[in-house]
């Protein structure tokens, strides 16, 4: 039986009187201002990103508090009532929209960054911190908080973290896993859990904070971090390449690796395909070069020596240039031109309000097999939809690729097919089903395609032990 089933099984068989006391209870819990029910729920905490669920939550709850989560959570694990936590409602796996008779928890009044130490370059904040702001606050600081998404303006840190999100620039400085030192959370009975520290050595036992990162919102509720800032770079040097094959894409990558060292810090890859798109569907972004390529690199290093560190990149660029990797190269030379590279590299992710609406996949892979799986892959979605609009880009220096697919006006109904021949793939080629998005309800089919008989059951022991009443999303994941 499935644990969702079971939940909203018992939520049913719950009396009214019941339910009534309990949203009583919680209403007091967070206050007047603390949530809204009915008509004042607004659409944004309940319809997903992909448009897979638009079902209203029983109660929309705004603690504004570590408090009043872990009373909320006592309260819900009493009674047996599932909850649905949210972030930014940034996601694309279907894990934080409510399912029916779920209560939405949001974090969206506990958005306080609580200290900055620029001695232990850390930074304490609250689940529901932006993390444009968090990029924003270290900079003011002189310091750098280096996990980057285009949905920096939306998405939040709570979101990012039970997520484990990747980004932009993993390749120099890691997952979201690695940005973190401590966590606060709540269990599902209300327990509270405060692994805040600042410590960058700290190897008392079992480090804890790594069950609540990654795993949506299924084992507990992230409050607070603390997080891990590096410094400032002084230099930023960026450069679109126009590259003939994916294997000269992957020598470039050991290239660059080799020459760059530590400096690089991002290796974004755009097929052809998607550059073709972004050229006619996102006005805003003007492509460098022409479309006759069959990839376009962008190369990004950061250091402290603005002088030695373009030298260096240049010098990097003409050897690859000299060994035949890269066909043609436009240098960013100022903060506007870095800039509008960049736009080039996120309107990857903005085609669809050109196109029509389109899935969105987010897999790994082993480098090597790249080139194969971005052939094959258009290969047998084109054997069923030879009309398929379709691209590929991603962060190929950390083994992640981006799939959009439209295939006509069906194409929202449409998932279960186009999933099975994507992940099909990917089994084959023992990749992972999601590279930074987590598995949520979307992906929950598939999760066997990436991991193990015994590594689920392991899993799902986890899930029992710290949420044994199956109140935090439940049906998510597995």
């Not at 290239?255 to 890859?269: I, R």
């Not at 892979?365 to 590929?392: C, H, K, Q, T």
């Not at 089919?445 to 044994?468: G, H, R």
């Amino acid at each position: 039986m499935l644990l969702s089933g079971f939940f909203q099984t018992a939520l049913s068989n719950m009396p009214a009187q019941t339910t009534t006391a309990l949203l009583a209870e919680l209403k007091a819990i967070v206050g007047p201002g603390g949530y809204r029910e009915g008509a004042d729920i607004d659409v944004r905490n309940y319809k997903d990103v992909m448009g897979a669920r638009t079902e209203a939550p029983l109660l929309l709850l705004r603690p504004d508090s570590t408090e009043q989560v872990a009373a909320i959570l006592r309260a819900c694990h009493a009674a047996g009532q599932p909850l649905a936590p949210q972030g930014g409602m940034t996601g694309l796996v279907s894990a934080a929209a409510p399912l029916a008779d779920e209560i939405a928890l949001s974090f969206e009044r506990m958005k306080r960054v609580l200290e900055v130490d620029r001695f232990t370059s850390t930074m304490t904040v609250e689940a529901g911190v932006q993390l444009q702001t968090i990029q924003e606050e270290a900079d003011a600081n002189n310091l750098l908080f280096p996990l980057d998404l285009g949905a920096r303006g939306s998405c939040t840190i709570g979101g990012n973290l039970s997520t484990n999100a990747g980004g932009n620039r993993v390749i120099r400085y890691g997952m979201a896993r690695d940005l973190v030192l401590g966590i606060e959370a709540v269990l599902a009975d209300g327990t509270i859990i405060n692994g805040l520290h600042k410590l960058r050595k700290n190897n008392t036992g079992y480090d804890l904070k790594q069950l609540f990162i990654g795993s949506e919102g299924t084992l507990g509720v992230i409050t607070r971090a603390v997080l891990k800032l590096s410094p400032k770079p002084s230099s930023q040097v960026v450069a679109m390449c126009g590259v003939k094959d994916f294997g000269r894409v992957s020598e470039l990558l050991l290239h660059m690796q080799a020459s760059l060292g530590s400096g690089l810090s991002a290796f974004e890859v755009i097929w052809q395909n998607t550059y073709r798109l972004i050229d006619t569907h996102v006005p805003h972004a003007t492509v460098p070069m022409p479309d006759n390529y069959g990839f376009y690199v962008l190369i990004e290093s950061m250091g402290s020596n603005a002088e030695k560190d373009t030298e260096l990149f240049l010098a990097s660029l003409g050897a690859a240039s000299e060994q035949g990797l890269v066909e043609e190269v436009v240098i960013a030379n100022s903060d506007t031109k870095i800039r509008n590279l960049w736009t080039v590299r996120d309107a990857a992710a903005e085609i669809y309000p050109g196109v029509g609406y389109m899935h969105t996949y987010d897999v790994s892979l082993n480098v090597s097999d790249m080139g194969y799986f971005g052939e094959e892959v258009e290969r047998r979605l084109r054997a069923r939809w030879p009309d398929a609009i379709l691209g590929l880009f991603g962060h190929i220096g950390d083994g992640n690729v981006h799939i959009i697919i439209h295939v006509g006006p069906e194409t929202r109904n449409l998932h279960q097919p186009i999933d099975e021949i994507i992940y099909g793939l990917i089994q084959e080629l023992h990749g992972a089903v999601s590279a930074e998005h987590g598995i949520g309800l979307m992906k929950k089919p598939f999760l066997p395609y990436s991991k193990s008989e015994s590594e689920i059951s392991l899993m799902k022991v986890l899930k029992q032990a710290l949420d044994p009443k199956g109140i935090l999303s439940p049906g998510r994941i597995f």
